[in-house]
């Protein structure tokens, strides 16, 4: 009764504005961390992933504020804060990571953790995509079912290139004994297999949505 009754009000149209603001922030963070991985600017690529969660913050802050003053909102109440909080918790594992890296001084970074940081970029462009999709849900089921799948897919990858970059950290520092190189290593790489874990944590609210409203 309570959809039907929200498909007939006037609807709060800037939800998906603030939406779309937080995704390419979101972005944005993912490509610096994409780029300090590969060695390039590592600070101002950090420093920028702090502006672009501070950022992200703000919004995810506006999101929640226009939910309790608005009447009637696009879809449920509960259901847009989870997805505010969802995309909010990719960037904050994001800045997390950029925590480790600062408190260890890294400067340099393994090949399979940059190609997590590929995987990172693929899975934040996605859900870019997915983000202003949502505002006709009906005529867009089947595009986000579709992304949400390929997010998935790029999770499972992410799932293998963190198995193997810590068999490698093994190898690479079991002859040499360096027990703080395999655990700055191996912390990196868990951070990051969690950056991608949230953006799934994402897809899987936006598949709820279009579940709930189509």
């Given amino acids: ?47 920028l992933i702090v502006k672009y969660e501070n950022e992200a913050d703000d919004i995810t802050h506006e999101v929640l504020l226009a939910v309790r003053r608005s009447f009637i909102t696009p879809f449920d109440r509960g259901d847009i804060k989870d997805l505010i909080q969802s995309m909010d918790d990719a960037i904050d594992m994001m800045h997390k990571t950029v925590k480790t890296i600062r408190l260890f001084e890294q400067s340099s970074f393994d090949p399979l953790m940059q190609q997590m940081g590929g995987e990172i970029v693929k899975a934040a462009n996605l859900l870019a995509e997915a983000i202003p999709l949502l505002d006709k849900l009906s005529a867009n089921a089947q595009r986000l079912s579709s992304i949400a799948e390929e997010v998935t897919r790029v999770e499972g990858r992410s799932d293998e290139l963190h198995d193997l970059g810590l068999k490698d950290l093994f190898q690479r520092h079991r002859a040499g004994g360096d027990a ?5 290593g191996s912390e990196i790489y868990g951070e990051l297999e969690k950056v991608v874990d949230r953006f799934e944590d994402v897809a899987n609210e936006i598949s709820g949505i279009v579940i709930e409203n189509v």
Wanted: charge should be positive; aromatic fraction near 10%.
């Fill in 1 to 47: 009764m309570m959809s039907i009754f929200r498909k007939l009000m006037p609807r709060e149209d800037k939800f998906f504005d603030m939406f779309t603001r937080h995704s390419k922030t979101v972005v944005a963070a993912a490509h610096a961390l994409d780029q300090l991985l590969k060695g390039v600017d590592v600070q101002k690529n950090c420093d």
């Fill in 180 to 184: 703080m190189a395999y655990m700055i």
